[in-house]
Structure formats: structure tokens, C-alpha cells
């Protein structure tokens, strides 16, 4: 089965940029997206298909792909960014066919 | 405005049953296809299960098939999860979720989650 990787935490202090990375095989022909979860919320979509960001998504949220990982970029941290961050993908010839990274606890300093 | 409600998680024992329902709203049930998708406690996402708009084709998890049956009510706008022979493992917070259209798509839309507790 298709494996995301992704590092447990990350931590970035206020208006600096965070870089939350999302490793896996070939992940540059997949189509990559975010979500953030708050505690007790269900996930929400931050930038979807790689580098869009879904309506009501603040412009710091965008996303990239280079080599062997897809990375969702914030800028300007704010605290309320402070949640855990998820990278899915589809594996339509894998089992299971959806692919969740394990996750990144983004840390506001 | 779309929502997902969930409904149906309780404390059962290992072994038991229990059937999830997602009320959906706010959109053309029957064009899209939906999905659950787990997390157990301080754990991240698990995707378990899938169905397409008109219920002829579902997919399920390793740790689920054979035990987990999705289904779906397109005259009442209701997606369910039957889930059969319980563990303790299974004890997790259940989220129903919809995708947007097009090929791989996104998560657009997420319940807020039942909660399925698997103890003795």
C-alpha cells in the first residue's frame, strides 16, 4: 500500500513561514491535498489539488510539489494556524484507494 | 449550505454491532459519492470506506472488510455504516465525508463525527 510520510511536529514562531512536507513514491503524478483539523473539528481543506485553495482559505495557505514530497506552505503564521495538518491522496490502483499521511502537529511559538 | 450529521455511535462490546447514519443536506446526494473516514483517539485519519452515487460500487479498508458494510438511502438523502464483530481497535471518532466532483478529488465537506467506543 501507498505510504504519505509526514514529520509528527513541526514548530514556527509568529509570522515566519511554516513548511509541512508530505513524502511518498512518485508523489509529483498524484494529486496532493491539505487539511487542517483543530481539536474537536472536523478536518477542513486548506489547499486541495496540489496548489488550490478551497473558497474562505486565507492566500497564506499554498501548496507545492517538488522531487518526492508535497509541501503545504504557510506564511505569516498566525496562532490560530496552530493544529494538526494532513496530506491525502488517491491510490485508484492501491489498497486502500484513499491515503492519509499520518499527520503534523504545527506548533505556534 | 451542506452539512453531514452522524449519528448512531455508542459503547458496545467487543463483538457487537452498531450502525451508523449520516444525514446529508444541502446538496444533490445522488450525484456524489461518499466516504467514512476514522480517527481514533489521538490518532490521525483512517479512510475506511467508499461508495459511489448510486451504491453499485463500495470499497472498504483491510481492517474493516468482511465486518464494515456501507450503504446508502438516495430517496432519503442517508449514507450508513453497518458495522459487525467489533474490536476494541475499531474504537474511534467516525467522520462521514463528501467528495467534490472530478478525478481524485478532495474531501469538500465533513461531518463533525460519532464516536464508537469498543470496550468490555
Known amino acids: 500500500s501507498y505510504v504519505l510520510t509526514q514529520p509528527p511536529s513541526v514548530s514556527v514562531a509568529p509570522g515566519q513561514t511554516a513548511r509541512l512536507t508530505c513524502e511518498g513514491d512518485?508523489?509529483?503524478?498524484?494529486?496532493v491535498h491539505w487539511y487542517q483539523q483543530k481539536p474537536g473539528q472536523a478536518p477542513v481543506g486548506v489547499v486541495i489539488?496540489?496548489?488550490d485553495r478551497p473558497s474562505g482559505i486565507p492566500e497564506r495557505f499554498s501548496g507545492s510539489k517538488s522531487g518526492s514530497a508535497a509541501t503545504l506552505i504557510i506564511s505569516r503564521v498566525e496562532a490560530g494556524d496552530e493544529a494538526d495538518y494532513y496530506c491525502q491522496m488517491w491510490d485508484v490502483t492501491g489498497a486502500p484507494p484513499v491515503v492519509f499521511g499520518g499527520g503534523t502537529k504545527l506548533t505556534v511559538l | 449550505e451542506v452539512q453531514l450529521v452522524e449519528s448512531g455511535g455508542a459503547g458496545v462490546q467487543p463483538g457487537g454491532s452498531l450502525r451508523l447514519s449520516c444525514a446529508a443536506s444541502g446538496f444533490t446526494f445522488d450525484e456524489y459519492a461518499m466516504h467514512w473516514v476514522r480517527q481514533a483517539p489521538g490518532k490521525g485519519l483512517e479512510w475506511i470506506s467508499f461508495i459511489n452515487s448510486d451504491g453499485t460500487d463500495t470499497y472498504y479498508a483491510d481492517s474493516v472488510d468482511g465486518r464494515f458494510t456501507i450503504s446508502r438511502d438516495n430517496s432519503q438523502n442517508f449514507l450508513f455504516l453497518h458495522m459487525q464483530n467489533l474490536r476494541p481497535g475499531d474504537t474511534a471518532l467516525y467522520f462521514c465525508?463528501?467528495?467534490?466532483?472530478?478525478?481524485?478529488?478532495?474531501?469538500?465537506?465533513w461531518g463533525q463525527g460519532t464516536l464508537v467506543t469498543v470496550s468490555s
Open positions: 512518485n508523489i509529483r503524478s498524484k494529486t
Open positions: 489539488d496540489d496548489s
Open positions: 465525508a463528501k467528495v467534490s466532483s472530478g478525478y481524485d478529488p478532495a474531501f469538500d465537506y
